[in-house]
């Protein structure tokens, strides 16, 4: 059973530490071949105009891509991503409550580098595109639900 206001299929995000606690939870669904994120939007998320701040929506952004790619690309395992570049365009506002979602796709790794771009909804309308570059980092020093994925 899913938790009050999180679409049928996500569960639980077990990825990260003490920052995307205090931020989340975050949401996790694998449908078909594509794996998603999300969130709802809560007052603790928003500016003072009742929408998802510009941070919090970066920050789910920064969350979506490496954590597509190590759930995406096997020989990936365990490593840790940390972001090289992140490339944001916002295109239109998240209210307060509303159902934050993104699907991102991995466009290339190289032995050291992940290149990544995603899209942001919500309620099902785009809200943010988003491309970055990752270093492909040494394995998670602890499981990763202990660590930070970006």
Same mark, same amino acid.
């Given at each position: 059973? @899913?938790a009050p206001g999180v679409p049928e299929g996500f569960t639980?995000?077990?990825?990260? +530490?003490?920052?995307?606690?205090?931020?989340? *939870?975050?949401?996790?669904?694998? #449908? +078909? #071949?594509?794996? /998603?994120?999300?969130?709802?939007?809560? /007052?603790?998320?928003? @500016?003072?105009? =009742?929408?998802?701040?510009?941070?919090?929506?970066?920050?789910?952004? #920064?969350?979506?891509?490496?954590?597509?790619?190590? =759930?995406?690309?096997?020989?990936?395992?365990? =490593?840790?991503?940390?972001?090289?570049?992140?490339?944001?365009?916002?295109? $239109?506002?998240?209210?307060? #409550?509303?159902?934050?979602? +993104?699907e991102a796709q991995v466009l290339r790794t190289t032995r050291?580098?992940?290149?990544?771009q995603g899209l942001v909804t919500a309620d099902g309308e *785009?809200? $943010?595109?988003?491309?970055?570059?990752?270093?492909?980092? %040494? %394995?998670?020093?602890? *499981?990763?639900?202990?660590?930070? %994925? +970006?």
């Open positions: 059973m @899913n639980e995000l077990r990825l990260g +530490g003490e920052f995307v606690k205090a931020n989340g *939870p975050l949401y996790e669904r694998f #449908d +078909g #071949d594509t794996y /998603q994120l999300g969130f709802r939007v809560e /007052q603790r998320h928003c @500016n003072t105009m =009742r929408i998802c701040h510009g941070g919090m929506m970066a920050t789910f952004c #920064d969350m979506l891509l490496p954590i597509t790619a190590i =759930r995406r690309v096997g020989s990936l395992g365990e =490593r840790f991503l940390p972001t090289v570049s992140l490339d944001i365009d916002y295109l $239109a506002p998240s209210p307060l #409550d509303a159902w934050v979602q +993104g050291t580098m992940v290149f990544a *785009p809200v $943010a595109r988003v491309s970055g570059v990752f270093k492909i980092g %040494a %394995a998670f020093a602890v *499981p990763p639900a202990g660590g930070d %994925a +970006g």
